[in-house]
Antibody
Framework: EVQLVESGGGLIQPGGSLRLSCAVS????????MSWVRQAPGKGLECVSV???????NYADSVKGRFTISRDKSKNMLYLQMNSLRAEDTAVYHC??????????WGQGTMVTVSS | ETVMTQSPATLSVSPGERATLSCRAS??????LAWYQQKPGQAPRLLIY???TRATGIPARFSGSGSGTEFTLTLSSLQSEDFALYYC????????FGQGTKLEIK
């Protein structure tokens, strides 16, 4: 069964760092386009980062230079390193696969709260 | 950035009737558009990609149409489980979502 399970969220002070993890099962993480999509409380959806099968990465302007997406094929894991966190980064962070342009398999998400 | 605008913000429809949701792109995105359904406390579910292709397991009562800048998601004969929040998303230039349409029971 294809499954994504996120972890690593929590309460963090502004300016702090956090690393999110996404455990992948049912397929190999490096065989799919992978992404992190966030949803602020009561708000819409924002794709913050994408990791393509060739290793290329891309980021939303709102997180460029602060967030880094990566994967570990040996562990079948996807990661999001988040530095210099701001209050506006507060959201549920989902990992998701990308198929034909759409985000087709989603994890349930992990909550990140940036607050002093 | 390609801005996606959905209308209406809220749509009230009776069960068994048809619902039509709209999505407009700020520039042409060809057919690079997807639709999602989201229920409270759940992750979004992919319904449609390529503007009109249903994702695996999506019932035939969900249909998508449009190209360029104007798109429509049609739900024929609404079921109780269809009342939810719906998002459109373009993937022609990065990946951006509309603000959502809430489909509620009339």
């Amino acid at each position: 069964e294809v499954q994504l399970v996120e972890s690593g969220g929590g309460l963090i002070q502004p300016g702090g760092s956090l690393r999110l993890s996404c455990a992948v099962s049912g397929f190999t993480v490096s065989d799919n386009f992978m992404s992190w999509v966030r949803q602020a409380p009561g708000k819409g959806l924002e794709c913050v980062s994408v990791l393509y099968t060739d290793g290329t990465t891309n980021y939303a302007d709102s997180v460029k230079g602060r967030f880094t997406i990566s994967r570990d094929k040996s562990k079948n894991m996807l990661y999001l390193q988040m530095n210099s966190l701001r209050a506006e980064d507060t959201a549920v962070y989902h990992c998701a696969t990308i198929w034909s342009g759409g985000f087709d398999v989603w994890g349930q998400g992990t909550m990140v709260t940036v607050s002093s | 950035e390609t801005v996606m605008t959905q209308s209406p913000a809220t749509l009230s429809v009776s069960p068994g009737e048809r619902a039509t949701l709209s999505c407009r792109a700020s520039q042409s995105i060809s057919s690079n558009l997807a639709w999602y359904q989201q229920k409270p406390g759940q992750a979004p579910r992919l319904l449609i990609y390529g503007a009109s292709t249903r994702a695996t397991g999506i019932p035939a009562r969900f249909s998508g149409s449009g190209s360029g800048t104007e798109f429509t998601l049609t739900l024929s004969s609404l079921q109780s489980e269809d009342f939810a929040l719906y998002y459109c998303q373009q993937y022609n230039n990065w990946y951006t979502f509309g603000q959502g349409t809430k489909l509620e029971i009339k």
